[in-house]
């Protein structure tokens, strides 16, 4: 499923949009077993944003998926970077525990180029 986006109302302005998608669901590939955990996207946009059903899809392409947490969370951020170019981005998994640990995973992007 491809992340649409749409154009920004507010380009010059700075602004953060905070998403959390708390039911995420991938598959562990070393043991099969399934992963829950919540997914938190933080970001500015510059030109677009992020169009909520796309992404909600995007996410469910996951449920049957054999990714590790660390890849996932790392391989959303690309995606969602790829697809609205935004100043920054911050993008958070809090995994529930498995065999009594459980991991956060944060991975980020900020633009570098002059506005």
């Known amino acids: 499923m491809s992340l649409e986006t749409f154009p920004n109302q507010f380009p010059g302005r700075e602004y953060e949009i905070e998403i959390v998608c708390p039911e995420f669901t991938a598959v562990c590939p070393k043991t099969g077993q399934p992963d829950f ?3 938190t996207i933080t970001y500015v946009p510059a030109d677009l944003c992020v169009e909520l059903k796309s992404l909600k899809l ?9 990714i590790y947490y660390e890849h996932s ?9 790829a697809a609205c ?8 998994g809090q995994f529930t ?5 459980s991991s956060r995973i944060t991975s980020r992007f900020e633009d570098a180029r002059p506005r």
Do not use: A, C, F, S
């Not at 995007?58 to 054999?66: D, I, K, S």
């Not at 969370?73 to 970077?81: M, P």
């Not at 170019?85 to 958070?92: F, W």
């Not at 525990?97 to 640990?101: D, E, K, L, M, S």
């Open 37 to 39: 955990g919540t997914i």
């Open 58 to 66: 995007y996410l469910q392409g996951y449920r049957n998926r054999g």
């Open 73 to 81: 969370i790392n391989v959303i951020l690309d995606d969602l970077v």
């Open 85 to 92: 170019q935004p100043r920054r981005m911050t993008v958070v």
């Open 97 to 101: 525990p498995r065999g009594g640990i």
